[in-house]
């Protein structure tokens, strides 16, 4: 069973609708990120979250926001969608802030037309 | 600003024949270096990492990868590929969990 669960795996949004895309994981951990894959880029880090509060913030929009409701919940909302946005966009945990292991979900793949 | 460079976008191997990928990095500092893989339609999984002592370091699946301080490299190897080794794989730099991924390299394992 998957232990980092994203939803939904894919996603089609009109330019200018907004989205929230949902992280949920069962590891125990306390440090989750966001990461984006693009066609043409390689996997970008986001977004780094420790118990609960924002630790990194890479992503010069504000039309990004994470949001932390639960210790092991780091959803991400996209507000004034863009086609550029289109990518699929991975969740991931680690037992802390560091360089240990990371943990990904198998990604949402969003497509904005 | 750190970096990673794979420079092969695509590599083919027959079943039983050994590896090489690729992978030079740029980083201020003693970097923590990683390889991960990604299976078709999963999420990245850990193959090894690398932060300090013997500069070769064994992953899962008899991967194993040399670190090289005066090249700034870190190839990963195996030496007898199977074709569900077939995946996309990573090599990453980072420190505190900002993790800078390199292109990825497609390895295709004909039978």
């Known amino acids: 069973d998957p232990k980092i669960i994203q939803k939904p795996k894919y996603l089609v949004a009109v330019t200018g609708s907004e989205k929230i895309l949902i992280c949920e994981q069962y590891?125990?951990?306390?440090?989750m990120y966001w990461y984006r894959q693009s066609a043409k880029k390689p996997l970008e880090f986001m977004f780094s979250?420790?118990?609960?509060?924002?630790?990194d913030n890479q992503t010069a929009s504000s039309r990004f926001q994470p949001q932390s409701s639960k210790k092991n919940h780091l959803d991400l909302q996209i507000t004034a969608l863009k086609p550029d946005d289109s990518a699929t966009y991975f969740c991931?945990?680690?037992?802390?802030?560091?360089?240990?292991?990371?943990?990904f979900g198998h990604g949402t793949k969003l497509s904005v037309l | 600003a750190q970096s990673v460079t794979q420079p092969d976008a695509r590599v083919t191997v027959s079943e039983g024949a050994s590896l090489q990928l690729r992978c030079k990095y740029s980083?201020?500092?003693?970097?923590?270096l990683f390889w991960y893989v990604q299976y078709p339609r999963q999420g990245l999984q850990l193959l090894l990492k690398?932060?300090?002592?013997?500069?070769v370091v064994q992953g899962v699946n008899g991967f194993e990868a040399e670190f090289s301080k005066s090249n700034s490299s870190f190839h990963l190897r195996k030496a007898s590929v199977h074709w569900s080794d077939s995946a996309v794989y990573f090599c990453?730099?980072?420190?505190?969990?900002?993790?800078?991924f390199g292109k990825g390299t497609k390895l295709s394992v004909k039978s």
């Open positions: 980083y201020s500092g003693t970097p923590y």
């Open positions: 690398y932060y300090s002592g013997d500069p």
């Open positions: 979250y420790s118990y609960q509060k924002l630790m």
């Open positions: 990453v730099v980072g420190s505190n969990a900002k993790l800078t």
């Open positions: 590891l125990g951990h306390n440090a």
């Open positions: 991931a945990s680690s037992q802390v802030r560091s360089n240990e292991r990371l943990f």
